[in-house]
């Protein structure tokens, strides 16, 4: 630049292209130039540095213009993404209010529940304490009842008991006759004493042997005949015709002890007992409804009945 004149501003020069060459203008009042004069022109060389360093100088503001426009579009993108972030980051913290309302209502409802099981479970409790306590007064109760129903067993077949001895005793004079034949508007008192002095050979029967009242049992029967039961006035009159049955062997006659229902279903059984034992060569006794086997009192499986067998 040594070129330009001494007094010439170079602090801040301004270049202006003429065709191919570069020029700076001359400053108005520059002391050696004459009126008309033209600009100085610039050297070859100096105008192609000068170009240089304009091309350098604008690329070098070129680059750095693009990596501004580069990093604002990078801080431009961040930004977007920051704010994609916060969108979700506040939809999150939405969901997660709304989420935190939800666990706050199910913590109500679960000690809503907690407490309402509570309840119940004191409900249970008590009603369980409540029902033990039931259940312990009913067995005592029961056990009560028990001793009062196995009383009151134990009273109804001692009655039981005493109402047949009672009836065996009413019946003590009593004996049926079998198989005699049965006529219209009979008498049987003396139906009774003829067969008396006819078939068990007593002489004197009719009016020897009292008869207190006599008549047949057991419903009417076509071609059947009803046995004939007769009290005697005495046990020893009893016993004196009872004696004289021998002499009804190998006839269709038969004479017996009259005996309750209940003591007759009982011989019924023990007549068996007594036959299989009799069979196994014992000595047996039948005695209203008590059996004795070789003197002893027989108290086998088969007698299930009330207290006058002990």
């Not at 009126?35 to 070098?60: D, E, I, K």
């Not at 009836?167 to 009593?174: A, G, I």
Request: net charge positive; hydrophobic share 30%.
């Amino acid at each position: 630049m040594n070129d330009f004149p001494s007094n010439m501003q170079q602090t801040s020069p301004t270049f202006m292209q003429y065709g191919n060459a570069l020029y700076q203008p001359m400053p108005p009042n520059l002391p050696n130039m004459q009126p008309g004069m033209q600009p100085m022109q610039l050297h070859s060389v100096q105008s192609n540095q000068v170009q240089s360093q304009v091309r350098t100088a604008n690329h070098a503001n070129s680059v750095t213009l693009s990596e501004i426009l580069r990093r604002i579009d990078q801080l431009d993108s961040r930004l977007k993404l920051l704010d994609s972030i916060n969108d979700k980051l506040t939809t999150v913290t939405t969901q997660v209010r709304a989420l935190d309302v939800n666990v706050k209502n199910l913590e109500e409802r679960v000690g809503a529940v907690e407490q309402s099981r509570q309840f119940d479970s004191n409900l249970m409790t008590d009603i369980q304490t409540t029902q033990k306590a039931h259940v312990a007064e009913n067995h005592k109760v029961v056990k009560e009842l028990r001793v009062t129903v196995d009383a009151l067993t134990s009273k109804c077949e001692q009655s039981t008991e005493e109402i047949i001895d009672l009836q065996c005793r009413s019946m003590r004079d009593n004996l049926m006759f079998y198989n005699i034949p049965e006529e219209h508007d009979e008498n049987c008192s003396e139906i009774i004493g003829t067969f008396m002095e006819r078939n068990l050979k007593i002489p004197g029967a009719k009016d020897g042997v009292k008869i207190e009242r006599a008549h047949r049992i057991g419903k009417r029967r076509r071609g059947g005949q009803r046995p004939i039961v007769a009290k005697f006035h005495s046990f020893q009159d009893r016993e004196k015709v009872r004696s004289a049955s021998k002499q009804l062997e190998g006839t269709d006659y038969g004479i017996g002890q009259q005996f309750p229902k209940a003591v007759q279903e009982r011989r019924r059984i023990l007549i068996d007992v007594m036959k299989r034992e009799r069979a196994r060569g014992k000595t047996c006794t039948l005695t209203v409804d008590r059996l004795y086997v070789n003197n002893e009192l027989y108290a086998g499986p088969e007698v299930t009945w009330g207290k006058r067998q002990q």
